[in-house]
């Protein structure tokens, strides 16, 4: 998996995967659960921020949960021995080179991977392998063009754009999300399924307030300040004057909106 990472490994991007996590697990997780006895491979489990709720809401499954960056891993199993999670186990791997033999898991759960890849299909067609016959594998994506809020700003537009030029140049794509139904059934996937989730924020959700529009997407945009203006994409007063506008949705009379996209499917 050698794209990179374009939002960093710093301690405040990690901060932020926790917040982000925190916030959303109603809305992405309410119907992530794995019977007793099953053996799910979480694929790119950065810091552990998605691996505290798999393991706690499937307490009798058995989780492997992998990533490329060694200081991920170790961040990953930190959070879940703290949570006091003992049905995970952790291990430094390659998306694209995994040491697992063919149709080990009952399930296979990846949570903003795909985002980052440049062979989004190969990536899926190699989990799929991964699973047992009946075997399911999910998949949550973003999709950065589904970020709409008020007051609406051109300049908040354009400091999201310069966060998805930067990922487009690492090899990603922050629109993702709406492609996942095509993406899996080209990789092999049967029963596809995917469903929307809208993040819908406004001044009577004080926690959403804080846990999403501030704390999660205006500085997942406005980590990559540095290297945008670096990188020639936008000038340092016009993606400024972007984050400003951002941080104005989340007044008292600000709206904000942002969908995921979750998608199942079934190995035959």
Known sequence: MSEAYVHGYEPHESERLQTQAGTL???????????PGSRVLEAGCGVGAQTVTLARQSPDAWFTSIDISAESVAAARRATDAAGLANVEFQQADL??????????????????????????????ILRDLLKPGGTLTVI??????????????AAHQAIQAQAELQRCAGGNVLIGRQLHPLMVAAGLDRVQVSPRMV???????????????KTFTAMIEGVRESAIAGGVIEADAFDAGIRALHRTAEDDGVFCYTFF????QKR
Do not use: M, N, Q
């Not at 296979?108 to 190969?122: K, N």
């Not at 994506?141 to 051109?154: I, L, Q, T, V």
């Not at 819908?200 to 501030?214: A, E, H």
């Not at 979750?262 to 499917?265: L, R």
């Open 262 to 265: 979750k998608g199942v499917g």
């Open 200 to 214: 819908y924020v406004d001044g009577s959700r004080p926690d959403l307030i804080d846990g999403f529009t501030r």
């Open 141 to 154: 994506e973003g999709d950065h063009g589904s970020a709409y809020f008020h007051p609406d700003s051109a």
């Open 96 to 125: 694209f080179a995994l040491p697992f033999a063919p149709e080990s898991f009952d399930h296979v759960f990846v949570c903003f991977v795909l985002e980052h890849l440049a062979r989004p299909v190969e990536a899926l067609a």
């Open 25 to 35: 697990v109603d809305l992405l997780h309410r119907d992530t659960r794995y019977p």
